[in-house]
């Protein structure tokens, strides 16, 4: 079994940047399909990002297109989250999810992390 486990979230300005790493205990993610997505309380959780296991294939989400950017290092078993040019409705909290298909929905997933915060200041 593998366990996402999230880092690299903080407080920002608006327009700057921030990277969100994603690495595993358990089996590797090199294994797995992974998603980045991003909740806020109340909200359902929105989808941000994925990729597949050899990187050949990556989605984003609307909102975060041409911003974001999702890439892994399997040699690292790290999936990264690039996050550029940062606007105040960015801030939520980013989860991490593994699974077996390449999905924008949240129950395609299996195995998730625990969230790291992101929250972008005006």
């Known amino acids: 079994q593998v366990q996402p486990v999230e880092s690299g979230g903080g407080l920002v300005q608006v327009g700057e940047s921030l990277r969100l790493s994603c690495a595993s205990s358990?089996?590797?993610?090199?294994?797995?399909?992974v998603g980045w997505f991003r909740q806020s309380p109340g909200k359902e959780r929105e989808f941000v990002a994925c990729?597949?296991?050899?990187?050949?294939?990556?989605y984003y989400g609307d909102s975060v297109k041409g911003r974001f950017t999702i890439s892994r290092d399997n040699s690292k078993n790290t999936i990264y989250l690039q996050m550029n040019s940062l606007k105040p409705e960015d801030t939520d909290v980013y989860y991490c999810?593994?699974?077996?298909?390449?999905?924008?929905?949240?129950?395609?997933?299996?195995?998730w992390g625990q969230g790291t915060q992101v929250t972008v200041s005006s």
């Open positions: 999810a593994a699974g077996g298909q390449i999905s924008t929905h949240p129950t395609n997933y299996n195995y």
């Open positions: 358990g089996r590797p993610l090199s294994q797995y399909v």
């Open positions: 990729i597949t296991q050899s990187s050949t294939y990556t």
